[in-house]
């Protein structure tokens, strides 16, 4: 399994991260074509609550008119079926070519790169709409212009001392979809399991361990607001604490050793730049 790349820009004096914010969020929740995908996004910060959003506002905008910024938000405000994809895509190829210095060529790089494979791992040979496909990159975004946000990006991440680190991507495919939802009961359950192996996935590519905060950061999961033990499961065999569990917001606490964890799944997710 692919290991994401991880960054030592911002450390401290002894080689330790200052902190780092996970976010994931997931698109096509029980499609009717193509797969469930869940992506999460790492970033070193230079304190755990840092606000992303304003941090990082002369060059990035929540909002879809914006041309001027790569635009970060919910992909249903981004783009619609009746609209452009050219603003969703200059985002996600800006944002790997920092991570990966390319930007993917065509759908299959960027699957690739990305690691979006199921979890068996490839593409099922039934995914009939994907036999022979070929589709070049970037379909409808200005290549040059791509560059040109994820450089004006690459400067502010600079002067404000935070790092893209990696975004790694999960495929669940419609096969997988239902024998997932029979095996855990729900879309729910099945869309927290694959989302913290994920996150497990993302932790595990600091292969020296971590001693810095860390802050995950997850859209809710269908009406679900108990997470205590889905963490217990994926990322943890200590106490994970409650700090509250609501419609709106659920709150964790842990530590490993000498990092400090906190985790939410909250409404609107997309508030938050890791997730959005």
Not at 90 to 104: E, Q
Not at 127 to 147: C, F, S
Not at 158 to 183: H, K, W, Y
Request: glycine share 8%.
């Amino acid at each position: 399994m692919r290991r994401v790349p991880v960054n030592r820009s911002y450390i401290h004096f002894d080689g330790s991260l200052m902190a780092l914010q996970i976010g994931t969020d997931e698109a096509g929740y029980g499609p009717n074509l193509g797969p469930l995908t869940v992506t999460a996004s790492t970033w070193s910060v230079p304190e755990i609550d840092c606000d992303l959003f304003k941090a990082l506002e002369s060059a990035v905008s929540a909002r879809s008119a914006d041309t001027n910024r790569l635009v970060i938000a919910d992909s249903k405000a981004v783009y619609s079926s009746t609209g452009s994809i050219a603003n969703l895509e200059t985002t996600v190829l800006a944002a790997l070519l920092l991570v990966y210095g390319k930007i993917p060529s065509s759908w299959q790089e960027l699957a690739g790169v990305l690691d979006a494979t199921s979890v068996s791992g490839g593409v099922p040979d039934d995914e009939i709409w994907l036999a022979g496909r070929k589709l070049t990159l970037p379909v409808k975004a200005d290549p040059e212009n791509i560059r040109h946000l994820a450089e004006r990006l690459k400067v502010c991440l600079s002067d404000s001392g935070i790092e893209l680190n990696g975004l790694l991507c999960r495929a669940v495919f419609p096969d997988e979809f239902n024998t997932g939802i029979d095996s855990h009961g729900n879309k729910a359950s099945l869309l927290s399991s694959v989302t913290l192996q994920l996150v497990a996935e993302q932790l595990r590519s600091y292969a020296a361990g971590l001693s810095c905060p860390v802050s995950i950061c997850c859209d809710k999961h269908g009406g679900r607001s108990k997470y205590a033990s889905l963490l217990q499961e994926h990322l943890t065999e200590s106490l994970v604490m409650v700090e509250c569990e609501s419609l709106e917001e659920s709150r964790y606490r842990w530590n490993d050793g000498n990092t400090s964890f906190q985790a939410k799944f909250i409404a609107k997710g997309e508030s938050s730049l890791p997730v959005a």
